[in-house]
């Protein structure tokens, strides 16, 4: 099944973007008659029935919508931009696959680059909420510093992934399930003691992702696949 993306059809919008409409008439060849399974990346599902086959502008006709089930749980990882675009893009895309709902970018003291696109990365996550067949795009918030972010957190179950050798708890064991949960995972030189002492004030448990010495984008997907297994295997 091929998942179309588009975020407005609430609003009366019943046709795909550019984009999109390429894709479904002209890689997909599509045409007037043939359904459609739309998401509007809010927790809907929509079927739907092709009345218009233009690449610029393929309009469609709904014809049922369906709610998806509410999660029990939320999951927030807020994640220092890495040096290389495309190891924080891997980490959005895979994230989104196993399940995310909001993805904050943070500048550390030891962030190596605080500047990100986005858009792009906006792009990456609609791209893997279409593949895998999700119906929610997780909020993905512009690059802010820890300092400002810790405040606005609300989530239940708070963590701080950092590599100390006297930190033996793992967030697998740390984390219960059915609960909203937010995961701060910092840059390659990992939190400055300053911003650990700050984020244990801020109501944050250090944790553990295991043994091995993980890269940022692998901790920052380690702790979201975590937090998924907690949540299945009940």
């Known amino acids: 099944m091929n998942l179309f993306y588009q975020p407005h059809i609430a609003e009366g919008i019943h046709h795909l973007d550019l984009e999109e409409s390429r894709h479904c008439i002209k890689v997909l060849r599509r045409k007037v008659g043939d359904s459609l399974v739309i998401t509007d990346g809010k927790g809907f599902f929509y079927d739907a029935i092709i009345t218009v086959a ?65 858009d792009r990365l906006r792009k990456v996550a609609v791209s893997a909420m279409k593949q895998s067949l999700k119906p929610q795009l997780p909020l993905i918030d512009e690059v802010t510093t820890l300092k400002k972010l810790l405040p606005s957190i609300t989530a239940q179950q708070r963590f701080i992934a950092y590599v100390d050798s006297n930190n033996p708890l793992h967030l697998q064991h740390a ?60």
């Open 54 to 118: 233009s690449e610029k502008e393929c309009r469609f006709e709904i014809k049922k919508s369906t709610a998806a089930a509410t999660p029990s749980f939320q999951i927030h990882i807020a994640i220092s931009p890495t040096k290389n675009n495309e190891r924080i893009e891997w980490f959005v895309e895979k994230a989104v696959e196993f399940g995310i709902h909001r993805i904050s970018l943070i500048e550390c003291d030891h962030t190596e680059r605080a500047y990100l696109k986005s």
């Open 175 to 234: 984390a219960v399930a059915a609960q909203s949960y937010c995961v701060l995972v910092g840059p390659e030189g990992d939190f400055s003691r300053d911003e650990l002492e700050q984020s244990v004030v801020a109501g944050f448990q250090k944790v553990s992702l295991g043994q091995s010495r993980l890269r940022t984008e692998t901790a920052g997907l380690a702790a979201c696949h975590i937090l998924n297994l907690v949540n299945e295997v009940r």
